[in-house]
């Protein structure tokens, strides 16, 4: 297989790199956590939000290695707009369900934000017998009741897609909510890298019939598909941190001195960041084989999704944790950045799954 970029994803990522360095440098991202503002607009502006958009929708439906590009790039710059969550998964599950195209040009163009309102407390991170229930109607409405934690750029959406069930059936099915609805609250916060994020409580909220996107007979499906396809995505931006977090790392090396010379003329140190590169260069390799996996059937993008979500968070942990301690106190400051590629592994290991349970779930599949 080849793994060379062409020269459209060459153009792709130098475009995107440039964005990050011009519009996402670390003074801007401290400005954006005090202001609250965000890029979302640059984003629908560049076409990003159109990559997992289909052609007949208005989108530029790109391959899924395409994205991955500029999710490693977002990582670099340790962007706080949840490209992912907020950007391809909602598209990609609508796609899947079916949507109106109305809902997805919406997005693709940045005129509606959505959020993706998946995890309980209490399920950790099984979706099957969730504790939110869309109880049926007898006019075939729906009334949502329930609690979901973690809803990444839930705070800026103006629609929510939900999963919850339908009945004593353990299977979830997927709706779409309006954010502000009667009955729908919010409580923000932010993660410990600084990512934007919401617990939400539906309080009996009135659906129409026209809020299912799909049954418990199908979002099942759709849920495996997407979610495996963003874990790639999540570690392609982990891959982002680990790059950023290695050159950081040997500029630093590079012109800190003790003893009279540069600490990167110590032959153990050079050891140490060549450890870094090798550990950061097989973790890409996880990510692409996985890449690869998500065209073809659910059984082996399911084993390959979980074993580079496993191995590039443990990578990551090395690296970025390693990158830190290289650099000394000043690696655990919040004026420097370094620390702060690590912070954002640690939330991205702990999304769609944590390594224990996609070791799990790489045996049951195995």
């Known amino acids: ?7 459209e994803q060459d153009m792709l990522r130098d475009g995107a790199r440039r964005f990050v360095a011009d519009k996402l440098d670390y003074a801007a991202r401290g400005k954006q956590i005090t202001t609250g503002e965000d890029r ?17 929708a208005g989108g530029l439906e790109r391959p899924l290695e395409d994205i991955a590009i500029i999710a490693e790039e977002l990582g670099r710059g340790i962007a706080r707009e949840p490209f992912v969550c907020g950007g391809f998964l909602p598209a990609r599950m609508l796609a899947l369900a079916g949507a109106a195209e109305e809902a997805l040009q919406a997005l693709a163009a940045g005129e509606r934000r959505y959020a993706v309102a998946l995890h309980e407390t209490s399920r950790r991170f099984s979706l099957d017998g969730l504790d939110t229930v869309a ?22 959406a103006d629609r929510l897609i939900v999963a919850a069930r339908t ?8 709706f779409l909510v309006d954010a502000d609805a009667e009955g729908v609250a919010r409580k923000g916060y932010r993660t410990i890298d600084e990512l934007n994020a919401v617990d939400v409580t539906f309080d009996g909220v009135a659906l129409p019939a026209a809020a299912l996107l799909a049954g418990s007979g ?45 600490l990167a003329s110590f032959q153990v140190l050079q050891h140490g960041v060549a450890d870094l590169f090798i550990e950061a260069n097989d973790a890409r390799s996880m990510v692409y084989r996985a890449l ?43 004026e420097y950045p370094v620390g702060e590629h690590l912070r954002r592994i640690l939330v991205a290991e702990q999304l769609f799954g944590n390594p224990q349970h996609h070791f799990e779930r790489y045996m049951a599949a195995a």
Do not use: N
């Open 1 to 7: 297989m080849d793994f060379r970029f062409t020269e």
């Open 40 to 56: 979302w607009s640059d984003f629908a502006e560049l076409g990003w939000l159109m990559l997992a958009v289909p052609e007949a």
């Open 135 to 156: 109880s049926p109607q007898a006019d075939g409405s729906y009334r949502l009741s329930g609690r979901k934690t973690l809803v990444l750029g839930g705070g800026e």
């Open 167 to 174: 009945g004593e059936e353990g299977a979830p099915a997927l």
């Open 218 to 262: 199908t979002a099942s499906a759709i849920l495996d598909q997407a979610l495996d396809e963003a874990i790639v995505l999540l570690c392609a931006d982990a891959l982002g941190c680990m790059d950023r977090a290695i050159e950081m790392t040997a500029e630093y090396l590079g012109i800190r001195k003790q003893f009279g010379q540069t």
């Open 292 to 334: 690869a996996a998500c065209a073809g059937d659910a059984e082996g993008r399911a084993r390959a999704v979980s074993a580079c979500k496993i191995k590039v968070m443990e990578a990551g942990r090395f690296v970025a944790g390693q990158a830190v301690h290289f650099h000394g106190g000043i690696g655990m400051t919040t």
